[in-house]
């Protein structure tokens, strides 16, 4: 989460684009379980791939990734109408959140980014 956070700072961006970063990135966040079906760090590798996303040069480094196009591909496919994070932020109940499979840890890993 601290990653993508970091990634909206206009000056370590730019120190980003200067490194294999984003590449370092996406490694560490498949080795972490983003790609998995954990739906905060699912959600967090989609936000990384959409702030890299913002300019398509920069983006030609993750889509050489065997296995980029896969994971976020089979992410998509597998949504459903629940969204984590407006669950969380609308203050849903435990029964629904756990239905909806977000336990405590996540709830709370949720409740820190900022809206």
């Given at each position: 989460m601290e990653l993508v956070t970091k990634l909206c700072d206009a000056d370590f961006a730019r120190r980003a684009k200067a490194t294999d970063f984003r590449s370092r990135a996406w490694d560490a966040l498949?080795?972490?379980g983003a790609g998995d079906g954990d739906k905060v760090l699912d959600a967090i590798l989609v936000l990384f791939a959409a702030l890299v996303a913002q300019s398509p040069h920069e983006m030609?480094?993750?889509?050489?990734?065997?296995?980029f196009t896969s994971v976020l591909w089979g992410m998509l496919t597998t949504l459903s109408?629940?969204?984590p994070f407006e669950l969380v932020r609308s203050g849903a109940n435990e029964v629904v959140l756990k239905n909806a499979g977000i336990g405590k840890a996540e709830k709370l890993n949720v409740s820190l980014i900022p809206y």
């Open positions: 498949r080795a972490s030609i480094e993750l889509t050489q990734k065997e296995d109408k629940v969204d």
